[in-house]
């Protein structure tokens, strides 16, 4: 039996239960070669947590009789450094720590964390130490205390800090006064890393390894705690949080042989969830792409319990990043942002830099006018990943654009009543194969948006400002409406036959008993410029005049001919399909039209 440690963030009862472990233990070395006091910066869901109880197992002096039992077999029992169980190790986990209240109670809160901590330490190695350790005072105090015990004995400390901006991040989005007051002179989260520091400069602190979401709370730090190096964009560290693929078509591999699944299901599966979870590039000078390891544990368990992919594709565990996302594209500069990276064709956004370092007052100030901060922070939120072109980032996968195509409809579609009547028309689609009902809410909802974006401009061109508008905004509003995971594998630009489709829904194998449409749609965007008509005429034209118009005319052309190609190219990769080919053409942004392609290149206006 395959047990999948899907959040499950405990390394010692995956080891002792025998349940899958991706092996990450050869980045021990590369850490102690890094330095001595080091930050580590990864997106939420990304497995920092059971990076931070692998450290503790190998450095945790308790354990050198388990050494075999729980690193035999993996990269580091092979061949250990000599610091491997040499150490107290003392942990704290920030997300623990309540961030309700204000400064006072913030901080007794954290004392309570310190507090509790040095417990479970001194009852861990009540057999290694001599002297009695102070776990009721301050944190400072309770440090110190706990330093004077520990230099009694041969060994050194190691203090993992999980999670350090944790609670810290929800009062810094709930009370920036608070937020200022436990950073300030004095500030009691400010004078437990000042505490921390010192422990380091001689008194048998000897090593800390810290993880969190982003550099926000480590910049406002400042000289409390600036002898950590950030280590988060080395090279070697790319690949420490994250599958491979090789190693996601291995586990397929296991999963295929126990159930007996067929290999058209195996590389169903690994398509699915290239296309989903992988993309994540953490250095310029990584030569591959990681894979979300919660989101591929979530699907792998889910295939291997049930025989078939999870429902929903996307982890329900993303609820925060939504959260953060909307309130980025309430200001200025975010939504800026997110109308750039859903109308690049490519899903990405040039910067100047990426930003290693901000503070809050920067944050709060550079979000409604500085499109780097955004940047930098949807890339430490996981939402946008590094390229191999230097100032550029991107969309990852396909759940995270999902996450971005939710937010493009909302800033287009502010009343929450005309996003759930676009979900009842898509289903109607999905059904029935009628367009018609998509084409009149867009033309009624959407299109005004988009004009008034517009203004005859040209599309923009990656990386340059202004307020274009091309295709990809309608496609990705499409997108945005028909986007049903859990009916639908959804492909925008799928490679076919060496071209690239706009978009494509295929219905899931376990779907199809519902009757669903499989969807491929192409489209098409004439300006008010090549038709020499303002929007008023454009408007009040008939729809068969406006067919007739040159411009119009041959875009129907050119995508009722991509449409088909396309659609040959789709059923000859895929078998049979149950499917409605669609050409969808935007005029002036003042119109919409569409039609659905018969096979053969006929064309068929349905009611």
Same mark, same amino acid.
């Given at each position: ?28 070395? +590369? ?90 330490? #001194? ?23 706990? @330093? ?39 500030? !009691? ?13 001689? =008194? ?30 080395? !090279? ?44 994540? @590039? ?14 591929? @544990? ?97 969309? !990852? ?10 937010? @493009? ?16 028309? +898509? ?8 367009? =018609? ?12 948006? &988009? ?53 494509? &829904?295929?219905?899931? !194998? ?41 411009? #119009? ?32 053409? +935007? ?21």
């Amino acid at each position: 039996m395959i047990e999948f440690p899907y959040g499950i963030a405990d390394f010692r009862r995956i080891r002792r239960q025998r349940r899958i472990y991706v092996d990450r233990t050869d980045h021990i070395r +590369a850490l102690e070669m890094l330095g001595d006091i080091l930050v580590f910066l990864r997106p939420r869901r990304f497995g920092k947590s059971l990076w931070l109880q692998t450290l503790a197992n190998y450095y945790d002096l308790r354990r050198a009789g388990e050494f075999d039992a729980l690193f035999g077999g993996l990269a580091i029992g092979r061949q250990p450094t000599p610091l491997a169980n040499r150490y107290f190790v003392l942990q704290w986990n920030f997300s623990t720590v309540s961030a309700s209240g204000g400064v006072e109670q913030i901080a007794e809160n954290l004392r309570k964390h310190v507090s509790a901590r040095a417990k479970v330490f #001194v009852s861990d190695y009540r057999d290694h130490l001599v002297d009695p350790v102070e776990t009721d005072g301050n944190p400072a105090e309770i440090i110190t205390s706990l @330093l004077i015990a520990v230099s009694q004995t041969p060994y050194k400390l190691y203090l993992l800090i999980d999670e350090y901006d944790n609670f810290i991040n929800e009062v810094m989005v709930r009370d920036v006064d608070t937020y200022h007051a436990l950073f300030g002179k004095d500030g !009691p989260y400010k004078e437990l890393f000042k505490s921390v520091k010192s422990a380091t400069e001689g =008194q048998g602190l000897e090593r800390v390894f810290v993880t969190g979401v982003s550099p926000v709370a480590l910049n406002d730090l400042t000289s409390g705690f600036n002898n950590a190096t950030d280590v988060s964009l080395e !090279p070697a560290l790319g690949s420490l949080c994250g599958f491979r693929e090789k190693e996601i078509a291995d586990l397929l591999e296991m999963i295929a042989a126990e159930l007996k699944l067929s290999r058209e299901a195996v590389d169903q599966a690994l398509d699915t969830m290239r296309t989903w979870y992988n993309g994540y @590039l953490f250095s310029e000078d990584m030569d591959e792409l990681v894979y979300n390891p919660t989101n591929a @544990l979530y699907f792998l368990r889910s295939l291997y319990l049930h025989g078939k992919p999870p429902k929903e594709l996307h982890d329900e565990n993303l609820r925060t990043d939504r959260g953060k996302l909307t309130f980025i594209a309430h200001t200025a500069a975010g939504a800026g942002v997110i109308e750039r990276l859903t109308e690049a064709g490519d899903g990405t956004i040039g910067i100047s830099k990426l930003e290693r370092s901000f503070s809050l007052d920067d944050l709060t100030t550079q979000l409604e006018r500085d499109a780097d901060v955004v940047a930098s922070l949807l890339y430490y939120m996981g939402l946008l990943t590094q390229t191999d072109v230097p100032f550029r980032l991107r969309i !990852p996968n396909l759940v995270v654009r999902k996450l971005f195509l939710d937010r @493009l409809l909302e800033i287009c579609l502010p009343d929450a009543g005309d996003s759930s009547g676009a979900r009842k028309i +898509a289903m109607g689609i999905f059904q029935t194969g009628n367009l =018609q009902p998509l084409l009149e809410f867009f033309e009624e909802k959407l299109l005004p948006v &988009l004009s008034n974006r517009d203004r005859g401009a040209p599309p923009r061109k990656p990386g340059q400002s202004g307020s274009g508008v091309n295709e990809m905004v309608v496609k990705n509003l499409f997108l945005s409406i028909l986007f049903a995971d859990n009916y639908y594998r959804t492909f925008s630009e799928p490679e076919l036959d060496k071209t690239y489709a706009d978009l494509c &829904l295929l219905v899931r !194998p376990e779907m199809r008993r519902y009757g669903f449409f499989d969807l491929l749609f192409e489209f098409k965007l004439v300006r008010r410029k090549e038709l020499k008509k303002n929007g008023q005429e454009l408007r009040a034209m008939e729809e068969a005049a406006l067919r007739q118009l040159p411009g #119009v005319a041959k875009a129907f052309t050119e995508a009722r001919e991509q449409a088909e190609r396309y659609r040959a190219a789709l059923v000859k990769r895929e078998g049979e399909l149950n499917l409605r080919s669609y050409a969808v053409v +935007a005029v002036g942004l003042q119109r919409i039209l569409g039609e659905e392609i018969e096979r053969g290149g006929g064309h068929v206006l349905r009611p």
